[in-house]
């Protein structure tokens, strides 16, 4: 593949998933792609087929229609390229923090096979990556012993540790309260500036969405569609004073109408095209975020 | 994870076994002993038939070990094809279900028509009545690992037989120890049972003929040793799960 190529190209996919014996379209006709190295968000309402589209670049999922290629080759099941994190950290109870962290490289060609043997270099690895995200001195301490941001910081060193070149992130933030979670925002954006992977990142935050990705897509309630794609052209590192910043308040505007024209009248799905929303797009129907609840500071939903 | 201090607090189990005895004495000297023998009868008869005791107790134990050890492997088999596969468990579970509702006692004349009185039905009568809770309960633990969880896996590349290794056998196992606990006391509950139905050799056999002589406080005595042998088995196995399995107990002593 030559430079010039999308390092991943979602190319017209529809996914379905039988559900009680009915056929589900959750992802339809979506056509996306990203830069090697590009920050892409994908947002939209809940239920929308955001996590389908993940799966599915993940190669847990195989499109009914369509077709996934990364760095040019077809996605036609799980490769090694791939770290996943969600909003639930699941780092296994049993293990310490560190050994959760080298987890993939049990697992992974080629490292399962000479993991005993380098088990050293890999702990110091290890070690090394949870002092960058702020767990220094945790490793030996078992995840029940870390608060709900501490695990969710071990869960990304477990997705990163591997070196993968596509990072897919599951709402990593939503169950954390405003200010860790804006504090993880830092992380992923200080993770990412030295190691330049590709992230795909779903979430329904728009603000965080505008301030971690390059790209941000917004996708329409089900089946998900891309209605929007906007260019996040601000400059990097970004901080939290940035997000008060007229310019980025812009974007999150223009994103959130958008979020509006997924809506259909009624809350009855129709096969029409997404339609453009007028400016007094009303406010947001049941299951769809408040267009406020995004901007000011959300009280923790509870951690695991 | 530092094991926490063990400084057990004795004081109020203490005070409630006392008191029972207590209880239980006040309430015998207004029994005959032939109804109700307070502790110190069945102290006494303890001490009296310590020789008939042991060689009843012996017997009762091993065949109780015997036949908890093969639930356990059989359990421990089962319960994972059940877990792993979920065509095993659907062909599996309501023959499983049907057969724990079976009561155990009802089988022990089937098991004498077939074995014979004696051991072979009172290992048989302790397998099935303990093997029920080590299936089911080691299938829940494999059955219930986070979808999230395999997908991290499997994105990686695991097969499911890693999965399997890597996650479900550590996460299933203080669903095991919970089971092996419940049944290593319903495996002396089997025993003891077959025993008293078809046997001349156990402590149910023990307390059928003390019965039948109207030694009551022989009959206690009975009882108070398989409840001791029941407390010491639950109590290893207790230990072997805080030695293997402890982290499932976090929260207690963790800040």
Known sequence: MTSADPFVVVDHVTLGYSHQGRVVRAVDDVTLTARRGEFVAVAGPSGCGKTTLLKSLAGLLLPDRGEIRVAGSPVVGPTRRVGMAFQNPILLPWRRTLDNVLLPLEIVAPHRSRFRRERAAHAARAQTLLATVGLDGCGDRYPWQLSGGQQQRASLCRALIHDPDLLLLDEPFGALD??????????????????????????????????????????????????????????????????????????????????????????????????????????????????????????????? | MSLRRTAPVWGPPAAVVVASLVLWELAARFMPVFVLPGPRDVAGALAQWRAAIWYNAAQTLVTTLVGFGVAVVAGLGLGMAVGYSALVYRALYPLLVAFNSVPKAAIVPVLVIWFGIGTVPAILTAFLISFFPIVVNVATGLATIEPELQDVLRSLGASRREIFTKVGIPRSLPYFFASLKVSATLAFVGAVISETVASNRGIGYLMLAASSRFEVPLVFAGLVVVAAMGVVLFAAFAVLERRLAGWAYRGQGTA
């Not at chain 1, 992923?188 to 390059?214: M, N």
């Not at chain 1, 891309?226 to 007229?246: H, K, N, S």
């Not at chain 1, 980025?248 to 509006?260: A, S």
């Open chain 1, 178 to 304: 405003a200010f860790t979670r804006e504090e993880l925002w830092l992380v992923l954006q200080d993770l990412w500036l030295r190691q330049r992977f590709t992230v795909f990142l779903v979430t329904h935050d728009l603000r965080e969405a505008v301030f971690l990705a390059d790209t941000v897509y917004v996708m329409s309630a089900r089946p998900g569609r891309i209605v929007a794609r906007t260019d996040v052209p601000l400059p990097r590192p970004r901080t939290l004073e940035d997000t008060f910043a007229p310019t980025f308040t812009d974007l999150y505007h223009t994103i959130r109408r958008h979020i509006g024209t997924g809506r259909t009248p009624g809350g009855v799905p129709t096969e029409a095209p997404a339609r453009r929303a007028d400016d007094a797009a009303p406010v947001a129907a049941a299951g769809l975020p408040h267009p406020r609840g995004d901007v000011g500071p959300r009280p923790s939903e509870g951690q695991p």
